[in-house]
């Protein structure tokens, strides 16, 4: 069994199962079991003998700051900041009877991960008295002081401190160097060179597809990124029209069952046609179609859940389904999302085939029927800890291989990433891990879309029962109209930097009312009022459109600072 010492400042807990918390296998697929928090001890309960890792909410906020009693700066004048409410894990560790000391296995993990992509991203010129080495060589000392002191007895809270300074430097160090090699990357992308000097064949002739990159893996596209929003229907007006017009390549229109079939066989296409209808006639940019499929509550009408224990019917209803919505907007749609989420197994319980069946019949009546457009499948969820609580599930990255092993012809993955939230799976990442998860995806060998990236504008809370939640997570700060614009900055230029991803779509235009899933995570708020945020998506469009870096995307901008709120339950 897997034991973990909690950090010594921790409150006392009653037993119970720690919320947002998942276990992890090798190859980075997370794995059946749970975490389980009594007091100051974690245990990790699985199926099997083999190493395991964990990955768990880690508060790294002022108050965790102060109890380091550490006020020197790190190196020069970078002094340590608060970082925010953080997921982060630890590496594959055996089940042993003495418990692991869990911020020195957490610093661990992240002096690997900084290593790691130090190999994995070719950067073998990074000068010894770079920022980013001296912080990771701060960090590796603070670290090897701590594994002095685990080996003395009655040591355990000045280990656990150490360990936890050992982290607090190399999440920094981490996500400077996200940073660093994100602005190479966007620079030799948007200059072409990147491409040029992969496609270059020695006959002088270069065809504008995408190809396979042969040190790093992934596939290296042509174009440059596109930047877009998605649209809810019901908020078509002059302002929402204004600030597309003024900020996006594209629009996506969801299609979600609910608002396309409310009834069964009554279709309203009324709303959406008029935005569609407007975006190729007036506005002249592309249409992104759904996802058309997805089981998520409020993307499902209440007559279909008669259905989600008879399998054989909902095949025959999702086919008829995707038929109707293809055929009505085949002439005007360029990409079709055909569906979203049938991994998680969340809402409509399916086993493997039938997810995999599901799958392939949404993918193969698009090309049927519009055998022109693109196709794509969203892969929600990606870091996949719902795997460890749902055994009928599939872990994200192997539902994307079982897919393209399957032999089903899709042109593209997309994946949601909305972060901010106490729901499943939107708890907040740090940059490495977001960066490291996107490389993670690029060996599918498939060109990437980011479809639904998002936060909030302000803090999220479940309306009863927190406990039973984790924390929404921050970065570098509470949630606010500025932590999201700041979000958007690093995030969205993060994601467009890597050579593999085709798009960014934020996850919504304009705050909806009624059922959402993050309802401030507009670029507008509900009385279609610009956010930072809006700006910020403007303005980084335009720097790719004049192929540069975005202005202020630079370790300047981990500056923010700030104590995130509590809600739910984190160690």
């Known amino acids: 069994m897997l034991r973990f010492i909690a950090p010594h400042n921790l409150n006392p807990i009653a037993q119970r199962v720690l919320p947002g918390a998942y276990l992890i296998g090798p190859d980075s697929v997370p794995i059946a079991g749970e975490v389980v928090i009594d007091n100051q001890m974690i245990r990790c309960e699985k199926g099997t003998r083999e190493a395991a890792a964990v990955a768990l909410q880690i508060d790294l906020d002022a108050h965790r700051l102060r109890s380091l009693n550490h006020s020197e700066p790190i190196v020069d004048d970078i002094e340590l900041r608060p970082l925010g409410v953080l997921t982060l894990q630890t590496c594959l560790l055996p089940d042993r009877e003495q418990p692991y000391i869990l911020s020195l296995e957490l610093a661990r993990h992240r002096i690997m991960l900084f290593m790691t992509k130090l190999e994995e991203w070719q950067i073998f010129d990074l000068p010894e008295d770079s920022i980013e080495m001296r912080l990771l060589s701060a960090a590796r000392e603070v670290f090897t002081r701590a594994l002095v002191r685990a080996g003395e007895a009655g040591a355990v809270e000045e280990t656990s401190r150490l360990g936890l300074l050992a982290l607090w430097i190399a999440v920094e160090a981490s996500e400077r160097l996200a940073i660093l090699q994100a602005r190479q990357d966007m620079s030799d992308r948007l200059d072409g060179s990147l491409y040029a000097g992969i496609a270059e064949d020695g006959a002088g002739t270069k065809r504008p597809m995408p190809v396979l990159h042969p040190g790093r893996g992934g596939v290296v596209l042509p174009t440059r990124p596109a930047l877009g929003v998605s649209v809810s229907?019901?908020?078509?007006?002059?302002?929402?029209?204004?600030?597309?017009?003024?900020?996006?390549?594209?629009?996506?229109?969801?299609?979600?069952?609910?608002?396309?079939?409310?009834?069964?066989?009554?279709?309203?296409?009324?709303?959406?046609?008029?935005?569609?209808?407007?975006?190729?006639?007036?506005?002249?940019?592309?249409?992104?179609?759904?996802?058309?499929?997805?089981?998520?509550?409020?993307?499902?009408?209440?007559?279909?859940?008669?259905?989600?224990?008879?399998?054989?019917?909902?095949?025959?209803?999702?086919?008829?389904h995707m038929k109707a919505i293809v055929t009505r907007y085949r002439r005007t749609v360029s990409r079709w999302t055909v569906c979203s989420g049938l991994h998680c197994g969340e809402h409509f319980k399916l086993d493997f085939q039938q997810m995999i069946d599901l799958t392939r019949i949404c993918v193969l009546v698009v090309r049927k029927l519009h055998p022109r457009a693109r196709v794509q499948v969203e892969i929600v969820q990606p870091w996949g800890g719902y795997h460890t609580s749902d055994r009928r599930s599939l872990p994200p990255m192997l539902y994307a291989e079982m897919l393209t092993q399957s032999g089903i012809p899709l042109d593209a993955f997309s994946l949601r990433l909305q972060m901010g939230s106490y729901m499943p799976g939107q708890d907040t990442r740090d940059l490495m891990a977001f960066s490291s998860m996107l490389d993670q995806y690029a060996m599918l060998d498939r060109p990437l879309s980011i479809s639904g990236l998002g936060c909030p504008s302000g803090p999220l809370s479940p309306s009863e029962h927190p406990e039973h939640f984790a924390q929404t997570g921050s970065w570098r700060g509470l949630w606010n109209d500025g932590a999201q614009a700041d979000w958007l900055r690093a995030y969205a230029s993060v994601a467009m930097s890597k050579p593999y991803v085709e798009t960014v779509c934020w996850q919504e235009l304009c705050d909806p009312s009624g059922a959402t899933e993050m309802r401030t995570g507009g670029l507008l708020d509900r009385r279609a009022q610009a956010r930072p945020a809006l700006e910020r998506f403007r303005t980084l469009r335009s720097a790719i459109m004049a192929g540069r870096v975005p202005e202020g995307f630079d370790s300047s901008m981990l500056a923010r600072d700030g104590t995130p709120a509590s809600v739910g339950t984190t160690i």
């Open 233 to 320: 229907p019901g908020v078509l007006g002059d302002p929402t029209k204004q600030a597309i017009v003024d900020s996006a390549d594209f629009i996506t229109m969801p299609m979600r069952w609910v608002e396309m079939e409310p009834i069964e066989g009554e279709y309203a296409y009324s709303p959406t046609d008029r935005w569609i209808e407007w975006a190729i006639r007036t506005a002249k940019v592309p249409v992104v179609a759904g996802p058309v499929v997805d089981f998520r509550p409020h993307c499902v009408p209440e007559w279909l859940y008669i259905w989600e224990n008879d399998y054989d019917t909902l095949r025959d209803l999702v086919y008829e």
